[in-house]
């Protein structure tokens, strides 16, 4: 007889055929493109700020509502709100221990993280449309 492969699983593992969930390295990804398109889309926000300094109400309301700052914020507002949901998602799966605790502030976290991109979304359509 021949001897048993060797298997880096655990006895448990083995025993309930768990291997990895397959989702790590997605979400690893996900974050780092954010960051990565957060930081551009940082500074081109800084720049539309910088821009609208010093300007009267309507002039403010003008460029906000022009089509290409809409875009480049609603980009910003997207990206942020994702990156945020992702690494609150992973800090809590990684320190909340509790399983119900954890499953009600996970649902908290991505309540709060709609929230505030469809509030975000909302106020810039508001105003490039003149809703």
Not at 103 to 131: D, E, P, Y
């Amino acid at each position: 007889m021949s001897e048993p492969a060797r298997s880096m699983r655990t006895p448990l593992g083995r025993v309930r055929h768990l291997g990895s969930a397959h989702h790590g390295t997605r979400v690893f990804w996900h974050q780092r493109l954010t960051s990565v398109s957060n930081i551009v889309l940082s500074i081109a926000v800084i720049v539309i700020i910088i821009g609208l300094l010093g300007r009267n109400h309507a002039a403010v309301v003008q460029i906000l509502g022009s089509t290409f700052v809409a875009i480049t914020l609603l980009l910003f507002i997207v990206s942020s709100v994702y990156h945020m949901w992702l690494g609150m998602q992973v800090i809590i799966e990684d320190y909340v221990h509790d399983e119900s605790w954890k499953l009600v502030v996970l649902m908290a976290n991505t309540f709060f993280s709609v929230a505030v991109g469809l509030a975000a979304v909302f106020a810039i359509l508001k105003l490039s449309f003149g809703l």
